[in-house]
């Protein structure tokens, strides 16, 4: 089946460690994207990359690193400088043109602990 | 600065009414207005979008209504079912690229039975 995959579902973390978020897609889609959705916060651009080996940060990219070396995958790192991690992050992917449909993955749970 | 504008915050509805959702927005020249709806746990998914050389459009029991001089565009749920019961986000970019696009805060949907 074709889709967005993200991993892990939950995710726990010490203060003061980063971690890595995975995202593989297999839609062969360009273009992908991070979002952070906090309740009651609507969802939150973080980085976004249109092609390999670029991206573009987002509205709240701080604490945030992110790479691009393969089409399919879009790891997003939270670095210990993230001052408030504990969010649903949510992994999307598109076509990059006029008005396509962005596809989401299930999202990790990041909790610090 | 919040550039789009989503109201209510929750709605409650009984089977076989109708939802409205609205929202507004900012910048003219956004030109893609999406609606995404999102279940407990998962990642959001595209319900049905407009562009603003229409004034409305329908798929099903969804409507999307666009006033482009109020730069207002609300959901319409007709028949809501309990099965509707999510949480509804609209969006909007310009120039059509998913990189831009900018999410309301959401609205919490619940039918009654």
């Known amino acids: 089946d074709g889709g967005i995959t993200q991993s892990p579902k939950y995710l726990f973390r010490k203060e003061g460690q980063n971690v890595t978020l995975s995202c593989e897609q297999n839609?062969?889609?360009?273009?992908m994207y991070w979002y952070r959705q906090d309740p009651g916060q609507g969802l939150r651009l973080i980085y976004y990359?249109?092609?390999?080996?670029?991206?573009q940060k987002g509205d709240i990219a701080e604490g945030y690193s992110v790479s691009r070396e393969k089409k399919e995958s879009f790891p997003l790192t939270v670095t210990s400088a993230q001052k408030n991690p504990t969010a649903f992050y949510l992994c999307?992917?598109?076509?990059?043109?006029?008005?396509?449909?962005?596809?989401f993955g299930q999202g990790t749970r990041l909790t610090v602990v | 600065q919040q550039q789009v504008k989503q109201s209510p915050q929750s709605l409650i509805v009984q089977k076989g009414g109708i939802s409205i959702i609205n929202c507004a927005y900012e910048?003219?020249?956004?030109?893609?207005f999406p609606w995404y709806q999102q279940f407990p746990g998962k990642g959001p998914a595209l319900l049905i979008a407009?562009?603003?050389?229409?004034s409305e459009k329908k798929e099903g029991r969804f409507t999307i209504s666009f006033n482009k001089s109020a730069k207002q565009f609300s959901l319409h749920i007709m028949d809501s079912q309990p099965g509707d019961s999510a949480t509804y986000f609209c969006?909007?970019?310009?120039?059509?690229?998913?990189?831009?696009?900018?999410f309301g805060k959401g609205t919490k949907l619940s039918v009654k039975p």
């Open positions: 999307a992917s598109s076509i990059w043109r006029r008005d396509t449909e962005a596809f």
């Open positions: 839609l062969n889609h360009d273009a």
């Open positions: 990359s249109q092609i390999v080996n670029d991206f």
């Open positions: 910048n003219t020249a956004f030109d893609y």
């Open positions: 407009i562009r603003p050389d229409v």
């Open positions: 969006a909007a970019s310009k120039g059509g690229s998913q990189g831009n696009l900018i």
